[in-house]
């Protein structure tokens, strides 16, 4: 098979391709013998009509079909070594000679390609900090204390304590403005102290409520009533009544406990239990140092790596893929102009990552892992539904694998794109120059709020560019 490239552009050209009969002899006949298994011809049994019948019977389509598959595989191989990276497919060309399939043995075929311009990939030049996490033994109380808390139980009692739950009215005379819950976290510092110590049934005369509540808990006092009417009551006094008093009772820390905590360790100790619970908050933010560090590359190479592309030939790519996706389906809905644009900046963002994959993929070996696939689909279960965002790791890996599987892979293009990005990515975090620093989770989370900021305020940039 012969290849003649003709370079338009950098983003646009022309290739002929010259097929002689050696180069799909093997392709059309065992494709014959394929049929010939399933064609019914009277006075021939099952499977053995003659593939010279075969291909008479279907005229010029079969040849055709066989031609044009080995084209495509053939192209693919031509362009790899061209170092040239296709946008869609091959598109037949209102230029290419006009071809009786059936008389025919050799072809000469005129096609229509798209690609992305060529670059230069210097990775010296993306310098990015990476971080080892230390977790405080603050930090550490403070998650035992959030252990404890969702482990605790309430029991009813008269008194209150600095640990209570109240279940109070909030009332204008007789009338019952509202009925909520409060800990002593809702309640100014002064209010507090003066609530411990009463009993169930005591109740406290005129009273502000901004005095008595602190603003983020009296902001969803009063849902039923208008604005106006809570301008009212904010402006006005209350009474508040406590009509019911729960205490907190804590599990004790002891090797039961501890067991339940971390079933497949074996802890005997306090001190052996916060030393669990301070290795496990370090992997878990380290893995979140991790995964920053891999999306600060991911917004590094987009960066450094700028590419032409032909736009045309990006949104029909985006139009034939998702027809594509959808053959067979039940799906009628066409994608229009508007759906396309949304799509525009990704896609391009996706053809950039396979246009460096390919200049890699020379030196390095990529290889999906299990992991990426994970990572992949949190990022999808995450972007549709961000509540998820605030669910543990563990947690959101294993809703995410049954949300996939539960799909049947209808997400499966996406999860794999992601996760081939992710797998380039691996391979590209080994050998860029980073700097290394040790720094604490408290610094840790803050650096993370910049970073992310910075990553939308540069995919923010890339969609202005893209609409001048």
């Known amino acids: ?39 019914q011809i009277n006075g021939f049994r099952p499977g053995k009509v003659p593939p010279q019948m075969i291909k008479k019977m279907y005229g010029g389509s079969v040849v055709s079909e066989v031609v044009f598959h080995v084209i495509n595989h053939k192209c693919d191989d031509y362009f790899k070594e061209q170092d040239l990276n296709i946008i869609g497919g091959l598109s037949l060309s209102e230029e290419s000679p006009a071809v009786d399939w059936v008389k025919q043995t050799e072809f000469e075929l005129v096609f229509e390609i798209a690609f992305t311009s060529d670059f230069e990939l210097d990775l010296s030049n993306i310098l990015l900090d990476k971080y080892e996490i230390e977790v405080s033994d603050a930090k550490v109380e403070d998650s035992i204390k959030d252990i404890l808390e969702k482990r605790m139980s309430l029991v009813p009692t008269d008194i209150v304590t600095a640990s209570s739950q109240l279940y109070i009215e909030i009332l204008n005379g007789t009338e019952i403005l509202d009925e909520t819950k409060i800990s002593a976290g809702d309640l100014t510092e002064k209010y507090t102290e003066f609530f411990v110590g009463k009993e169930t049934g005591f109740v406290a005369d005129n009273l502000k409520v901004a005095d008595v509540f602190l603003p983020d808990t009296y902001q969803y006092f009063f849902q039923e009533s208008t604005e106006e009417e809570k301008e009212e009551i904010l402006a006005g006094e209350v009474s508040i009544k406590i009509t019911t008093i729960e205490d907190k009772i804590f599990p004790q820390l002891n090797e039961e406990f501890f067991k339940e905590q971390f079933p497949k360790q074996e802890i005997n100790s306090e001190e052996e239990f916060k030393a669990t619970v301070k290795e496990e908050m370090r992997k878990d933010y380290q893995e979140l140092a991790d995964d920053d560090f891999i999306a600060s590359l991911n917004a590094k190479m987009l960066e450094s790596v700028s590419l032409e592309m032909s736009e045309k030939a990006v949104r029909q790519y985006i139009y034939d893929s998702y027809e594509k996706g959808t053959k067979g389906t039940t799906k009628t809905v066409k994608l229009n102009e508007e759906d396309i644009d949304k799509l525009l900046i990704q896609v391009k963002n996706d053809l950039t990552w396979q246009a460096i994959k390919n200049k890699l993929s020379k030196t390095n ?71 290394t620093h040790q720094i604490s989770s408290e610094q840790f989370t803050e650096i993370l709020k910049e970073n992310r900021k910075q990553r939308e305020d540069f995919i923010l940039n890339l969609t202005e560019e893209d609409q001048y």
């Open 1 to 39: 098979m012969e290849f003649i490239l003709d370079r338009k552009s950098t983003t646009e050209g022309k290739i002929t391709v010259k097929v002689a009969a050696a180069d799909y002899e093997k392709e059309l006949n065992a494709e014959l013998k394929k049929l010939a298994k399933t064609a």
């Open 365 to 435: 070996e990529f290889k999906i892992t299990d992991e990426d696939v994970e990572y992949a689909a949190i990022e999808i279960l995450v972007v549709g539904m961000p509540f998820y965002g605030q669910f543990p790791k563990s947690i959101l890996k294993e809703i995410a694998i049954k949300n996939m599987n539960a799909n049947k892979g209808a997400n499966m293009n996406e999860i794999a794109q992601i996760a081939n990005i992710r797998s380039v990515l691996r391979v590209i975090a080994e050998l860029v120059p980073r700097t």
